[in-house]
């Protein structure tokens, strides 16, 4: 009995293992067939390491191909968490070099992520520095990685960052020409696919993919690089000496439309946004608007004389006050009744005077001429942030609208609107769009861009006479003789407007201008100083007139322009 128990046991024991061995038999089969190529597939891609490959972003220079903002090499410190064997030691290692807190480093070293940033932007030096760290028994640095990059950088430190803009961290414009033509310059990123070693090095040729990025296109600027950097530092030392809360320099070529300088202050480091106020990062002379003042009786002028309304000798009589529609209107300074020629209303920026010119053509006249000259229309430029100004349509006019406007008050225009009107009369008549992109290349091909749209104001007649009119104001007799260029025949015109400020909904303040073109026979250049709510400022052509000239003169010389060597007509001021 006992022996058929013993027996009984030992084949189930026997049976036992058979299963046992069964088991681990099919088992073995399914680990070496079937699922072979499930676990090699599964190993080889955890190997695998998939980068993209950013596109270079275009360049933007000056209308010389000066560069204004270009992309350098640049290296993205990467980390595969699974394969740092010491986050401690290596972040202690990498501190130094990276200018990183030793906890902050350790922390994004620990982990089970396979990519993680460490470190954005190095330059290639100090990506050389973390390729020779050691740790202790190792060569290199286990885990970490360098994924090749590019960074956004601006020669000229600052010169024309208000038009050029800037980027995110990203690379992304976020501002100006970077922001407005993002899709061309940053181009199609491209991405790449390799093998790791155990070791966490690549192994050459095994499962390489790649597709190559496409570079962004290069932009070509209208700015003048030398002019827009003498235009920047003239206006900000002018806005520091009188505390002013900003200004604005235009230079722009008549004939082109295209801007030779478009400066603000105070402005920013496009290398280094962040630490401007947001106010500075935008573009004043683009986003901001004002009134003109006198400035604006160009437009009154050339309207009057197009419709033979006055002659640049026709006597005005202009007494201290005038009253019209129960408003008392005056000009900046008392005086005993004078008795002007109409040139001379311009050269002593008289609003009376010119209130009183505009009322024999009919006030409502006016209105076309200030829309036909860009008055509230947008440039062209398209810029972000660009407001249009505005000038009120007919059926909105108050009771005394009609004697505001021709002086230059009631309506609204941006710095380079402005300048716009001045370079219509200084290109006979005709306005040209502003133009600032003069063209994108791609793979060394030049693609211009179309030339500026052209409209006809006033005739080429009207535009000589106001210029000629206009001279008198740099005359002896005249508002700006600060803004003379030595050598040079000059037209323009003195501005000191009452501000409007947002912050109370009142008239506070003063905006000083003066815009002016020369050669004034033969103009090539127009040149559009502002400044806004200076503080002890005496007026438009003593403070904005140095500026003009120092700019305009310039400008005159760097472009090799001569004198035309003819003299001034020297209309009269005073009739009588």
Same mark, same amino acid.
């Given at each position: ?70 992309? %350098? ?324 006019? =108050? ?33 040209? =769009? ?31 006479? %106001? ?22 025949? %000059? ?86």
């Amino acid at each position: 009995m006992r022996l058929a128990d013993g027996r009984r046991r030992l084949r189930g024991a026997v049976m036992l293992m058979l299963v046992l061995l069964s088991l681990f038999a099919g088992r073995l089969v399914q680990l070496q067939g079937l699922d072979a190529t499930a676990y090699a597939d599964e190993a080889e891609a955890s190997r695998l390491r998939s980068v993209t490959l950013p596109a270079t972003r275009g360049e933007i220079t000056d209308r010389n191909g000066v560069a204004l903002a270009t992309t %350098v090499a640049a290296v993205n410190v990467t980390a595969d968490q699974t394969l740092v064997t010491d986050p401690a030691a290596t972040a202690r290692a990498l501190s130094p070099v990276l200018h990183q807190g030793v906890t902050d480093l350790a922390s994004t070293l620990t982990g089970t992520d396979r990519f993680v940033y460490v470190a954005k932007g190095v330059t290639p030096a100090t990506w050389r520095e973390v390729l020779a760290l050691d740790l202790p028994g190792t060569t290199g640095l286990p885990g970490i990685f360098g994924e090749q990059t590019s960074k956004r950088v601006y020669p000229g430190s600052g010169t024309a960052a208000n038009v050029v803009g800037f980027v995110g961290a990203d690379g992304s414009g976020l501002g100006g020409l970077e922001l407005k033509l993002n899709p061309m310059l940053a181009g199609r990123s491209g991405h790449a696919t390799f093998e790791l070693s155990a070791g966490g090095s690549r192994i050459p040729g095994a499962h390489d993919q790649e597709q190559a990025p496409v570079p962004g296109r290069d932009v070509q600027l209208t700015i003048d690089r030398d002019i827009q950097y003498v235009a920047q530092e003239a206006v900000a030392r002018k806005v520091r000496e009188l505390h002013a809360k900003s200004g604005t320099v235009i230079v722009m070529d008549p004939r082109t439309g295209d801007l030779l300088a478009v400066a603000t202050y105070p402005t920013f480091d496009p290398d280094n946004p962040g630490s401007s106020p947001q106010a500075d990062l935008g573009d004043r002379a683009l986003n901001e608007v004002y009134e003109p003042g006198s400035t604006g009786k160009i437009v009154t002028a050339s309207a009057l004389i197009q419709r033979h309304v006055v002659r640049p000798g026709t006597p005005i009589t202009v007494p201290n006050r005038l009253t019209r529609a129960g408003k008392t209107f005056k000009d900046f300074e008392d005086h005993p009744t004078e008795h002007l020629t109409y040139t001379g209303t311009l050269a002593q920026s008289s609003n009376i005077g010119t209130i009183l010119a505009a009322e024999r053509m009919g006030l409502r006249h006016l209105y076309p001429f200030l829309r036909k000259f860009g008055v509230g229309k947008p440039t062209g430029l398209q810029m972000p942030g660009e407001n249009d100004g505005s000038v009120p349509p007919l059926a909105s006019w =108050s009771a005394t609208t009609g004697y505001t406007l021709p002086f230059g008050q009631g309506y609204s225009v941006n710095a380079v609107q402005m300048a716009s009107v001045f370079a219509t009369i200084a290109n006979d008549g005709v306005r040209v =769009s502003p133009r600032l992109v003069a063209g994108t290349s791609a793979g060394g091909s030049f693609h211009p861009t179309p030339a500026s749209s052209r409209t006809r104001v006033v005739s080429a007649r009207t535009a000589s006479t %106001v210029r000629r009119m206009l001279e008198a104001v740099l005359g002896p007799d005249g508002t700006a003789p600060m803004a003379r260029v030595p050598g040079y025949r %000059v037209a323009g015109k003195t501005g000191t407007a009452q501000r409007f400020d947002a912050t109370c909904g009142c008239y506070r303040g003063y905006t000083m201008s003066f815009l002016g073109m020369a050669p004034a026979d033969a103009p090539k250049l127009v040149v559009a100083v502002t400044l806004q709510d200076p503080k002890g400022a005496i007026g438009g052509g003593y403070d904005a007139g140095p500026v003009f000239a120092k700019v305009m003169s310039f400008a005159l010389q760097s472009l090799r322009i001569p004198p035309t060597g003819t003299w001034s007509p020297g209309l009269r001021v005073f009739a009588k």
